[in-house]
């Protein structure tokens, strides 16, 4: 089994529409992740959490929230979705101890808005 | 501030060539982590490599080799005998320790085609 899961895969919505996006893991880190993958621009960092009080915003969270529902899991969410919001998503995760801060990925989660 | 170029935003090359991605970064930092992963056509990403900045020693596993070097802020990435296994984006990234490793900022990518 996946260590981390997105849920959905896929999803096409339309503008205005309010999406989550969610994400599990079963590595047992307290750092997850949430960035969007766009051609040309590598993976930008939206929002991450140390730990479940703990939420801090990334380089482009304006239009994102998120909720740190437990260690295992953190949900992002889109608002009012817009067409630049059009991207793949990935949850990823770290552990917190030392510096090793290697990223753990999920599947991704390819978000089209009509 | 953090940045990492990848300047080579495609390349091409025929099966068994040996093939070299760029990597340059950015950074004020004395320690600071450097990374490289793997984006096959399946969409996940893969970790390869995590050096950090005090172990300039290269390294070498399997086909894949890796050259670490602090005077030019580069961290270049080999692939010898390419296989068509081998087409994916390519991504470097770097990390700071001092941010706690919540920021890691990667490069733009490069995508490798492998011919066979």
């Known amino acids: 089994d996946a260590d981390v899961t997105q849920t959905p895969r896929n999803r096409i919505t339309k503008t205005g529409k309010r999406i989550m996006l969610e994400c599990s893991q079963t590595?047992?880190?307290?750092?997850m992740y949430w960035y969007r993958q766009d051609p040309g621009l590598g993976l930008r960092l939206i929002y991450y959490s140390f730990d479940v009080k703990d939420i801090n915003k990334g380089e482009i969270s304006d239009g994102y929230s998120v909720s740190r529902q437990a260690q295992a899991k953190f949900s992002l969410s889109l608002e009012s979705a817009i067409p630049n919001q059009t991207a793949l998503y990935f949850c990823?995760?770290?552990?917190?101890?030392?510096?090793?801060?290697?990223?753990?990925f999920g599947p991704g989660t390819r978000l089209t808005v009509l | 501030a953090q940045k990492v170029t990848q300047a080579q935003t495609e390349i091409s090359v025929v099966e068994k060539e040996d093939v070299t991605l760029d990597c340059v970064y950015e950074?004020?930092?004395?320690?600071?982590?450097l990374f490289w992963y793997k984006q096959p056509p399946s969409g996940e990403l893969v970790f390869l490599i995590r050096r950090n900045s005090f172990d300039e020693q290269n390294e070498i596993s399997g086909r894949y080799s890796w050259n670490f070097q602090k005077s030019t802020s580069s961290f270049n990435f080999t692939i010898t005998a390419s296989q068509v296994v081998d087409s994916a984006v390519y991504f470097c990234a770097l990390s700071e320790s001092n941010t706690g490793g919540f920021k890691t900022i990667f490069g733009a990518g490069t995508r490798l085609f492998v011919k066979a």
């Open positions: 990823a995760t770290s552990e917190a101890s030392g510096n090793y801060n290697e990223q753990f």
């Open positions: 590595k047992g880190h307290d750092r």
């Open positions: 950074t004020r930092d004395t320690t600071y982590y």
